[in-house]
């Protein structure tokens, strides 16, 4: 076995690399130093910088402490399998104590350098970590993008080729340029205009290419074991787009070089288009690098997805049949059984008089559109009744042109549309609904004086896609955006709910329950098959008459006893004659009679 197979073995078991793949743990693995130290060496001296964290694959070491007089004190130990200084690996500080080998031992060095270079390279390996947040327990403290799942691994992430804002460095190469000489040639006349025209010209094509480096880094493609996870966004605009498409939807991978572009072939950039059934739910992505390859990557990511649920089936029907033949005691699961409950985790937003989410008594999370929306409904009618107020206090006063009993009149007439107006708008905005269920999606769209009435449900089931969208520098500043959800096979728009609260959220809500409804038809399917399998193996048992542990036996059918009696054969005749032949035995009754021939 080679150094970096046996790294790999090892720190696999690690609780820090636990949700990491294997290509990860091969990244890892690389970066690692393995040490053999004897009996009385040090691996680490008290006081000196911190190196990273140790895996004691192999003997044992003791950790001491100078004391006052100079001399080492035990504190510790560390065996073999145990590990230390994992914190080091995100900050660098100083050893507390001395680790001094007792018996040999071989040691797996991570040095805090080469895996936070290792973490900088793949951001997918940062959040797949499990960081230690309190003895006996650890989380996932890193998400790449909002929405991500506690048990959702993250293989990869792609960004564009560099050339996608390489293309456009020309710009800031030409600005640079025209303003360095126009610095040259007035610099003769003002010596201080040309040291303003340098300046810009350091300070303006750098801003244009922090700008395009900012695009090009803030545009990604997440990859995970559940999904695929398409997010952009664009500084100008405002724009902030997250859109996905789970595995088992991916119908079709494309990817194609551009025949016109002769920097595609060159460079090897291309574009992959992801379909599903309906287009609305297509993801394509330009500029990608390697284009054939990550093609092939999301075949075998959907194939691997798809194995892994036939392997999970297989285990549950596994579990019923050792559970029947009671070599599993009943009420066992599997090590790959989860749950598939949705957390309905600040279900509320907003005080209890103006709430754009709460969470409903039979479990449906119901949503509003924004506050902002709400507030442009009462505009109009809020000043209706602030001009019916004055009004009504102007009418008060002599001098005022409409005292007396005309403003009273005008007043409250105007305070009465004012405030039937402004019930209205209300009532428009609080019915005007999108409720998710655990089974189903439901848009509410009502108007006052039943002037409109829609309602529009979708079996969570037959989604095929969601999309969240932000545009704008208001709408980026109010966190407000559109929810769109394309259903599988329709070509037509898909449905949107719009002008709502942290839409990003939204989605995830959807797509976490989404996640909910294949686990449970998947184990439907599995409950299915599992009593088939059952109605097969109690008819088995009726049928050979063994009774198995775990299982009750059908009875033994009694055996059918015969009608005839035996009959044994007559004796040969005698002919002495002082011995006759017996009488013959008397005929059954049952019997019937015999024909002579």
């Known amino acids: 076995m080679s150094a970096e197979s046996f790294i790999q073995r090892h720190i696999r078991n690690l609780p820090l690399f636990a949700r990491l793949s294997n290509d990860q743990i091969n990244a890892v693995a690389a970066i690692c130093e393995l040490i053999r130290l004897e009996p009385g060496q040090l691996a680490f001296k008290q006081n000196e910088p911190t190196k990273g964290m140790m895996l004691m694959v192999g ?17 510790g130990a560390v065996e073999t399998g145990q590990y230390i200084n994992e914190s080091a690996l995100y900050a660098s500080g100083r050893e507390t104590a001395n680790l001094r080998i007792v018996q040999s031992a071989i040691i797996i060095l991570i040095p805090r350098g080469r895996f936070v270079h290792v973490l900088t390279r793949f951001p997918e ?42 293309r456009w460095l020309w710009i800031p190469v030409l600005v640079g340029a025209f303003l360095f000489v126009g610095a040259a040639s007035v610099t003769l006349q003002s010596a201080s205009l040309g040291l303003v025209l340098a300046g810009l010209g350091i300070i303006i094509p750098g801003a244009i290419i922090a700008y395009l480096v900012y695009e090009w880094q803030d545009d990604s493609v997440v990859i995970t074991d559940q999904r695929v996870v398409r997010i952009w966004n664009t500084l100008l605009s405002f724009e902030n787009t997250l859109n996905e498409i789970p595995l088992d939807r991916i119908l079709e991978i494309n990817a194609e070089i551009p025949p016109g572009d002769p920097f ?54 596994r579990a019923d049949i050792e559970q029947a033949l009671g070599r599993r005691q009943p009420g066992a699961q599997t090590a790959d059984e989860t749950s598939v409950l949705v957390s309905a985790e600040n279900a509320t937003v907003g005080p209890a008089w103006l709430r754009t989410k709460y969470l409903a008594s039979s479990g449906e999370i119901i949503y509003r559109k924004h506050v902002s929306v709400w507030v442009a409904h009462i505009f109009i009618p809020t000043l209706l009744i602030l001009g019916g107020m004055v009004l009504f206090f102007l009418s008060l006063v002599p001098s005022f042109a409409f005292n007396g009993i005309i403003g009273f009149v005008v007043s409250v007439g105007t305070l009465l549309i004012g405030l039937l107006a402004f019930y209205l708008a209300d009532w428009d905005w609080r019915n005007d609904t999108f409720v998710v269920s655990a089974q189903s999606i439901t848009l509410i769209r009502k108007r006052p004086l039943f002037l409109q009435n829609q309602v529009d449900t979708i ?51 959807i797509s976490q329950r989404l996640n909910a409804v294949k686990a449970a038809q998947s184990r439907a399917g599995v409950d299915q098959q599992r009593q088939q399998l059952i109605d097969y193996l109690s008819v088995y048992q009726q049928m050979v008459g063994q009774p198995t542990d775990g299982v009750i036996p059908a009875q033994r059918a009694p055996q059918a006893q015969p009608t005839q009696p035996t009959y044994r054969p007559a004796p040969p005749p005698v002919d002495d004659a002082n011995n006759p032949p017996p009488s013959a035995p008397p005929r059954d009754a049952n019997r019937p009679p015999r024909i002579p021939r």
């Open 459 to 509: 079996r969570l089931a037959q989604v095929d896609n969601v999309r969240s969208n932000v545009n704008g520098i208001f709408n980026t500043l109010l966190n407000r955006g559109n929810v769109h959800i394309s259903l599988i096979g329709s070509e037509s728009n898909a449905k949107v709910f719009d002008r709502v609260y942290d839409p990003q959220s939204i989605q995830a809500e």
């Open 59 to 75: 003997g044992r070491g003791v950790l001491t402490r100078q004391n006052v007089n100079g001399l080492e004190e035990p504190i």
């Open 264 to 317: 595609a072939r060159l460079l090897t950039y291309g574009t992959v288009a992801i379909r599903t059934s309906g287009d609305t739910a297509n993801i394509l992505l330009p500029f990608t690098p390697r284009p054939m390859e990550i093609s092939r990557m999301l075949f075998q990511q959907k194939d691997q997805f798809q194995q892994q649920n036939e392997m999970r089936r297989r285990e549950a029907i």
């Open 125 to 166: 390996l940062r959040t797949n970590l499990r960081v230690q947040t309190a003895p006996d327990q650890r989380e996932a403290t890193r998400k790449l993008f909002k929405g991500q799942r506690e048990n959702e691994t993250v293989f990869h992430v792609y960004r564009h080729h560099w050339w996608s804002f390489g």
